[in-house]
């Protein structure tokens, strides 16, 4: 669905991103982490068409970003860090201009944004001007314009920022939930670890450099450690840093008889993020 090969993105002598290359299957969600800096919303601006690249290729479902832009925003959907919505307009006016300017009209105008409604469960909001809702209520609103023409790839650039756990949780499920029942690539950038955790692939990005890509499992084995943590019966702490989680039962054997309490810690996508950000090498094997 997203093929990048070589891009890089700069300002004058600034580099925002450094000749980085990867791919998204379709179907899948996708995350690109990164602090803020790193050169995400600059990625996502140029597969969106709304940046030029200074050199190498990007295409999304075999268009090229820069020759058949046209094409390319045919197929996608995007959630900005901003709105760009009205807040004087209520919900469902706010969806129905948008509607129109993809060339939805009369019934299918309609039905489009019924089923925008639908899927993001904001029906009981339409009746109210946008500007009155709650952050949570605000980026449901603002999925649901992405998704009235159904697009074949979701863009979601830091979609939960500045909202509360219970909120960003409830955002996650809808997201999840539509991605299972329509197939549709996701595209998520983000700095919450936690997001990406359920990602198929994952991409952590650093200073406009690639730093890592693989699966969550893939990056937990490859960049940080387990930790096994033994309390003895005679009051001894123990701590052991494992390279694999299966190297804690010869040491915990070694001490059977005397263990008054044994924990294993796992590492996280967190202790990887934070690995690598702190100048762990960069893994060019996707």
Known sequence: MVQVENLSKSYGNIEAVKSISFSVSEGNLFSFLGTNGAGKSTTINILTTLLAKTSGTASVGGFDVDKDAD??????????????????????ENLTFRGSLYGLRGSKLKGAVENAEKITDISELAARPYGKLSGGQKRRVDIARALLHMPKLLFLDEPTTGLDPKTRRDIWLMIRQLQKTTGMTVF??????????????????????????????????????????????????????????????????QHKDNIANVEIINGTLDDVFQNLSEGGQRDNAN
């Open 71 to 92: 094409r390319v925003r045919s197929l996608i959907g995007v959630v900005f860090q901003d709105s760009v919505l009205d807040i004087l307009l209520s919900v469902r």
């Open 188 to 253: 998520l950038t983000t700095h919450y670890m936690e997001e990406a955790a359920e990602s198929n692939d994952i991409v952590i990005i650093h200073k406009g450099e690639i730093k890592a890509h693989g699966t969550p499992l893939e990056l937990k084995t490859k960049y940080c450690t387990d930790l096994l943590k033994l309390t003895l019966t005679t009051g001894e702490y123990i701590e052991h840093k494992l390279s694999k989680t299966i190297d804690a039962l010869p040491i915990i054997e």
